[in-house]
Structure formats: structure tokens, C-alpha cells
T-cell receptor, first 113, second 113 residues
Framework: ETGVTQSPTHLIKTRGQQVTLRCSSQ?????VSWYQQALGQGPQFIFQ???????GRGNFPPRFSGLQFPNYSSELNVNALELDDSALYLC????????????FGSGTQLSVL | GESVGLHLPTLSVQEGDNSIINCAYS??????FIWYKQESGKGPQFIID?????DKRQGQRVTVLLNKTVKHLSLQIAATQPGDSAVYFC????????????FGAGTILRVKS
């Protein structure tokens, strides 16, 4: 176990709805990254949070947004859900933003109907 | 090899044999590489990493080889066990990306008893 916890584990939403996913980082880690993993593919970087600010973003539209809290936990928010948003959403924490190991949680499986 | 969507390459090995999983990375500026193992229903689990100033690194039963000339990474697993069955991903971090990982497509490893 990595110490990174995500909630909920599974979620079903309908197209157009909004969703919030949550992540608690491993103790001692101040950086949280979010990844989207579609079925049968590798994870794709969404964005990273460090010191409560976004520190880099992948090729995802603005309806994907996030927050980081003073205790380093984080939220991923997705507005106006689309069918293609159905995926496993992974949170990873690390000790810094440099070349450090990322430790992943087990993810939230989001299904958009 | 490369794959798209659901058609991940699959490596089938007999229990006790050695496994070699290959990965071609894309960015010559990448300076940090990681292998992850992902079991069904779980997030990626760190296996081993290597920096670009090395060409080989060994862990417990695993070895990573890096060939920067041809941008090739391999993971060798000695005495493969049924518990090694999973999807294996290589990931690179282009220098300008900090620790934002770019994942490969993945390889399914099946261990036959």
C-alpha cells in the first residue's frame, strides 16, 4: 500500500453532470498529480498541484479543474461530463516536483452514462 | 512493441523463466525513467527507476536497462512468479516536465504455472 487514498472508489454520473474526486497524499508528500487512464491505455497527465497552486497541466480542457488544501490533500473537479470522461482517475503524490518517485492511489472508476 | 487502445502486447512466460519487457520512449530529453506494475483494480505500483546517467540498475529480481542511443528501455524479471502477472508500464519524464510522467502503452505479462 502506498498511503495515497482516493474516494470514492466507483462513481456513476450522467452526461452534463459535475463530479468531484478526492485524494489524500502520502505522509510527508507535498505534491499531488492527477492522471486519467482510459481502458487499455496508460495513464495520461491531467495536472499537478504544489503549494496549493497548479504546477503544470496536460492536454485537458478547462472543465477539468483542481484544488490542493493546506494539508496537501487534493480534489479533481470535472464539469459538464462527457461520455469520453469515463475512465480510471488516479492520484499520485510525491515529496517534491522534481524527479521523484510518484506513489499512486488505487483510483476512482468514473462511468458517465 | 507499440499498440493502440485495447490491443496491448502480451508476453506469456512459464513460471520460473525470466521475462523481458521492452519499451521505446519518445523524448530524447527525458532524464528519468520508471517502470510501474498495475494489477487489475489497482493503481500503478512503483517497481524500479533509472536516471539517464546510468545504463543499468538492479533491484530485487528486477533489472532495468537503458539504451539512450536508440531510446529503448527494458525490464527484466528473474524467476517470474504467478504474482508477477499484471500490466507493466514504462514512464519517462522529459527534463522540462519535472516529475510529470509520460506513460507508454503497457505490456500484459501472463505467467503460466
Amino acid at each position: 500500500e502506498t498511503g495515497v487514498t482516493q474516494s470514492p472508489t466507483h462513481l456513476i454520473k450522467t452526461r452534463g453532470q459535475q463530479v468531484t474526486l478526492r485524494c489524500s497524499s502520502q505522509s510527508g508528500h507535498n505534491t499531488v498529480s492527477w492522471y486519467q487512464q482510459a481502458l487499455g491505455q496508460g495513464p495520461q497527465f491531467i495536472f499537478q498541484y504544489y503549494r496549493e497552486e497548479e504546477n503544470g497541466r496536460g492536454n485537458f480542457p478547462p472543465r477539468f479543474s483542481g484544488l490542493q488544501f493546506p494539508n496537501y490533500s487534493s480534489e479533481l473537479n470535472v464539469n459538464a461530463l462527457e461520455l469520453d470522461d469515463s475512465a480510471l482517475y488516479l492520484c499520485a503524490s510525491s515529496r517534491s516536483t522534481g524527479n521523484e518517485k510518484l506513489f499512486f492511489g488505487s483510483g476512482t472508476q468514473l462511468s458517465v452514462l | 512493441g507499440e499498440s493502440v487502445g485495447l490491443h496491448l502486447p502480451t508476453l506469456s512466460v512459464q513460471e520460473g523463466d525470466n521475462s523481458i519487457i521492452n519499451c521505446a520512449y519518445s523524448n530524447s530529453a527525458s532524464d528519468y525513467f520508471i517502470w510501474y506494475k498495475q494489477e487489475s483494480g489497482k493503481g500503478p505500483q512503483f517497481i524500479i527507476d533509472i536516471r539517464s546517467n546510468m545504463d543499468k540498475r538492479q533491484g530485487q529480481r528486477v533489472t532495468v536497462l537503458l539504451n539512450k542511443t536508440v531510446k529503448h528501455l527494458s525490464l527484466q524479471i528473474a524467476a517470474t512468479q504467478p504474482g508477477d502477472s499484471a500490466v507493466y508500464f514504462c514512464a519517462e519524464t522529459p527534463r522540462e516536465y519535472g516529475n510529470k510522467l509520460v506513460f507508454g502503452a503497457g505490456t500484459i505479462l501472463r505467467v503460466k504455472s
